[in-house]
């Protein structure tokens, strides 16, 4: 599964992030010795999306984001795990692709090292976090260039070749709010490495004092 990125991969990601994520299904990502076949995604479609890390405006942590399509946002998350994006759309426009899960295709034996707690294949890249520590992947990778052949981090777009299945969609996981019901989760049916779907929690304030009403 060592193949080059294909010539027209800037030209996709280019394109609108809903566009973008479900042709990314069955894209080989490979960071060293391990490769990883993408099996589900999320689009996140910046300023116009409440669950984007962008909706807000630019930031030191997601400033990759503004940038040009096919740069890699790499963050930290609940102070245990990396999570990364592949950033499309015009630059500024600050939309981006989670990647979700993936199949291990190469390098397994690391994968399996990095990844000791995983007791099947199939869970070796089976969430966003346990992707990026298959991969090897951490935040000195924020902003790598995907597209370029020599890039320590390279996607290899080929979904009309390495898709195996029909893509479903639903809604992203753990996305709370306005865009709690945007099917923008999309996946590879059948696979076995598509991670299970979590609805959002919704965290409730605490209760006010007694003898304290109103404000």
């Given at each position: 599964?060592?193949?080059?990125?294909?010539?027209?991969?800037?030209?996709?990601?280019?394109g609108?992030?809903?566009?973008?994520a479900?042709?990314l299904?069955?894209?080989?990502?490979?960071?060293?010795?391990?490769?990883?076949?993408?099996?589900?995604?999320?689009?996140?479609?910046?300023?116009?999306?409440?669950?984007?890390?962008?909706?807000?405006?630019?930031?030191?942590?997601n400033?990759?984001?503004?940038?040009?399509?096919?740069r890699?946002?790499?963050?930290?998350?609940?102070g245990?795990?990396?999570?990364?994006?592949l950033?499309?759309?015009?630059?500024?426009?600050?939309?981006a692709?989670?990647?979700?899960?993936?199949?291990?295709v190469?390098?397994q034996?690391?994968?399996q090292?990095?990844?000791t707690t995983?007791?099947?294949?199939?869970?070796?890249?089976?969430?966003p976090?346990?992707?990026?520590?298959?991969?090897?992947v951490?935040?000195?990778?924020?902003g790598?260039?995907?597209?370029?052949?020599?890039?320590?981090?390279?996607?290899?777009?080929?979904?009309?070749?390495?898709?195996?299945?029909p893509?479903a969609?639903?809604?992203?996981v753990?996305?709370?709010g306005?865009?709690?019901?945007?099917?923008?989760?999309?996946?590879?049916?059948g696979?076995?490495?598509v991670?299970?779907?979590?609805?959002?929690?919704?965290?409730?304030?605490?209760?006010a004092?007694s003898g304290?009403?109103?404000?």
């Amino acid at each position: 599964v060592t193949v080059p990125p294909s010539p027209d991969l800037a030209a996709l990601l280019g394109g609108d992030v809903l566009d973008v994520a479900p042709r990314l299904l069955g894209a080989v990502l490979r960071h060293g010795e391990v490769a990883v076949r993408l099996t589900e995604v999320e689009a996140y479609d910046g300023a116009d999306d409440p669950g984007s890390h962008a909706h807000r405006g630019r930031t030191p942590r997601n400033a990759v984001m503004f940038g040009p399509p096919g740069r890699v946002y790499v963050y930290f998350t609940y102070g245990m795990h990396w999570c990364m994006n592949l950033v499309c759309g015009p630059a500024g426009t600050a939309s981006a692709v989670l990647l979700r899960a993936g199949e291990v295709v190469e390098g397994q034996e690391l994968a399996q090292a990095r990844r000791t707690t995983s007791r099947s294949a199939r869970d070796l890249a089976r969430g966003p976090g346990r992707l990026t520590k298959a991969l090897g992947v951490d935040g000195g990778l924020d902003g790598t260039d995907a597209t370029r052949p020599r890039s320590p981090l390279v996607v290899s777009a080929r979904p009309d070749v390495e898709r195996s299945g029909p893509v479903a969609s639903g809604p992203r996981v753990g996305v709370a709010g306005d865009g709690a019901g945007h099917p923008w989760r999309f996946w590879l049916e059948g696979e076995p490495s598509v991670s299970p779907y979590r609805a959002a929690v919704l965290r409730r304030r605490p209760a006010a004092r007694s003898g304290r009403l109103g404000s």
